[in-house]
Structure formats: structure tokens, C-alpha cells
């Protein structure tokens, strides 16, 4: 019953997590990238960022524990490998490595000025990069689970 019901944490914390991620980049990058003004852009930006993180720290974190006991459960695998080194990639941009990206990005050198159109471009197909190695860890989630 405990393995169960990790596996249902695990599962409703993937789909959430990996769901928000879909979620910036398939609509909230878009949306932006159409927007004129630099500061609404970076407003919007924030805005849905700030909300986004909160949940899916909480979901990396669920996923983390509920997969680290599966792991325990049903052993390693190439595909338990696939999903460490995404959910470690996740980890590390939640909690810290997206900050410093963020500040560098965000920091106008002096004297010029942002190009947030460009900035904007730049971190979307940084999301799709992510987005694609969230499914390929799904994929391995799946091959562990079913095959």
C-alpha cells in the first residue's frame, strides 16, 4: 500500500510540475513575447514566475521524496538515471541557480538598454530545452513503470 500510494504522490506532482512548466512556455512566453512594453512584459513575466516557482518547489520536492522511495522500492535503472539528473537540473534552477541566472539577465549593463524581446526569446527556448528533457524523464518514468 506504501508503494501506492508514493506512486500516486509521485504521478500528481509530475503532472503538476511539468504541467506548469508546459504552461510558461506554451502560453505565458507567447503572451509575453506579444506584448510591446518592456515593463509590462517583465511585470507579467514575474508575476506568473513568482506564483509558478512556489508550486513547483513544493511539487520537486513531493516528486523528489515519493520518487526517491519508488527508486528504493523497485531499484535503479538507466531510466532512474534519465529522471535524477532532470529532477536535479529542477532542483538546483528552483532553489538558487534561477536567481543568479535571473539577476545576470535582468542586470542592464550601464548605460544600455534591455532587450527584453530578446531576453524573453532567449529564456523561452531555454523552457522548451527543459520541457524536452522533462518528457524524455516522463518517458523513462513510464519504461521503468511498464516495461
Known amino acids: 500500500m506504501p508503494y501506492i500510494i508514493s506512486l500516486i504522490i509521485h504521478v500528481f506532482s509530475i503532472v503538476v510540475w511539468i504541467g506548469g512548466v508546459a504552461f510558461v512556455t506554451m502560453i505565458v512566453f507567447p503572451m509575453i513575447q506579444r506584448t510591446e512594453s518592456s515593463l509590462e512584459q517583465v511585470m507579467m513575466f ?5 506564483k509558478v516557482a512556489k508550486i513547483a518547489k513544493a511539487m520537486v520536492i513531493l516528486a523528489g521524496l515519493s520518487g526517491l522511495y519508488l ?55 531555454f523552457h522548451w530545452v527543459i520541457l524536452a528533457l522533462s518528457f524524455t524523464a516522463i518517458a523513462a518514468g513510464i519504461w521503468i513503470g511498464h516495461g
Do not use: N, R
Open 71 to 125: 527508486l528504493y522500492e523497485k531499484g535503479f535503472s538507466a531510466g532512474a538515471w534519465i529522471m535524477i539528473v532532470v529532477w536535479t537540473l529542477y532542483v538546483s534552477l528552483l532553489f538558487g541557480l534561477e536567481k543568479i541566472i535571473f539577476k545576470k539577465v535582468f542586470t542592464k549593463p550601464s548605460g544600455e538598454e534591455l532587450d527584453t524581446k530578446k531576453i524573453f526569446f532567449v529564456l523561452q527556448a
Open 46 to 50: 514575474q508575476g506568473v514566475e513568482h
